[in-house]
Every structure is written in C-alpha cells, then in structure tokens.
C-alpha cells in the first residue's frame, strides 16, 4: 500500500486536471487476515485511498472466514463478492453504511442471488460491479442491468443500484476528492 496508493493518488491528480472523466483512486483489500483489515482500511484512506474495498468471503477462492464482518466493522465502503454472507452480517453492513457488491465476474456472481435476497430484507445497499481484471472484463449499462436482474431484483431496485453507485463517487467529490 505505501508504494501503489501514493502513485495511483499522483496519477489521477495529473489525469484529474487534464480530462473530463475523473479518476478516483481507490483500493481493494484482498486476503488480509480479518484481524488486519480494520488496520488496513485506515491505513489505505491515511495513503490517500479515497474509496476503500475489501475482498468478501466469495465462494470461488479461499478467503479466510470472518472477513466479511472484519470488513464491515472496519468501516470499507464495498464489501465485494461476500459470497454467502449470513443474515448478521447483511444487518450489519446496513447499519454500518457499508455497500455490498453484486458481481459480474465469473465465480464471484454464483452468489449475487442470496446477497440480493438478504440486502432487500435487511435495508443493505448495493452496487454493481465488474471486479475487472483486464480490458475485456469490462461490461456496459445493458449487461449490468441484466446481472442486477438475473440476481432476482426488480427495475426498481436496478435504479436504486445505480443511484448507489451515484452517491459513493459524488460523496468522494465531496469530501474534497476533485
């Protein structure tokens, strides 16, 4: 985090003055020991991380058990591909203020199904989101509503999906993030 957080904050600074579409820098806490990802969260935002995200307990690679509520209780911002989070953990990250992730990516998605159930039965928010790997990971509009879809949601969560994604870039800017 010392050296990539920095640098990715000097890039968007640079790009940030020079073109209309404005980069957030940000990072993804991934297969941290859940005692270290409080530590981690505060540390990445001291760096100049400006939207914190922790890799969730996804069905699809070891991640250790209990990062989901470490993730959580440490304060991130998306707790990305949770995977089978339980009911606790969903009413945690809604009082917490903490957006779950519904995922496009392969494996990660196998369990869009169950965190949107739980997310509309306890008041979670959610985003949408590729966890993009390379250039072709990336997805349009049209495709995005279909994963958001086929997670058994209806348009009208699909508009609040969007609009939550809305309000984290626009609490960025406002918190004095260009």
């Not at 505060?42 to 070891?62: F, S, Y």
């Not at 995977?83 to 990250?93: N, S």
């Not at 392969?106 to 159930?117: E, T």
Request: with cysteine; aromatic share 4%; hydrophobic share 45%.
């Amino acid at each position: 985090m010392d050296f990539i957080i920095p640098r990715l904050v000097q890039v968007a600074d640079e790009l940030n003055a020079i073109q209309p579409v404005k980069v957030i820098p940000g990072a993804e806490l991934t297969h941290l020991p859940p005692e270290l990802i409080a530590k981690g969260i505060k540390k990445a935002r001291k760096l100049g991380a400006l939207i914190v995200v922790v890799h969730g307990e996804t069905l699809v690679e070891p991640v250790q058990e209990g990062t989901n509520w470490a993730a959580i209780a440490g304060g991130a911002d998306i707790l990305s591909h949770p995977g089978l989070i339980d009911e606790e953990d969903v009413k945690y990250a809604a009082a917490q203020g903490v957006v779950l992730e519904l995922s496009a990516r392969k494996g990660h998605c196998l369990s869009n199904g169950h965190v949107a159930r739980l997310a509309q039965q306890y008041s979670a928010r959610l985003v949408i989101n590729t966890d993009a790997h390379s250039p072709g990971d990336l997805i349009d509009r049209g495709f995005a509503e279909k994963v958001i879809l086929s997670a058994g949601l209806d348009t009208t969560v699909l508009n609040r999906v969007f609009a939550t994604s809305e309000e984290i870039v626009k609490s960025v800017f406002l918190q004095g993030g260009d």
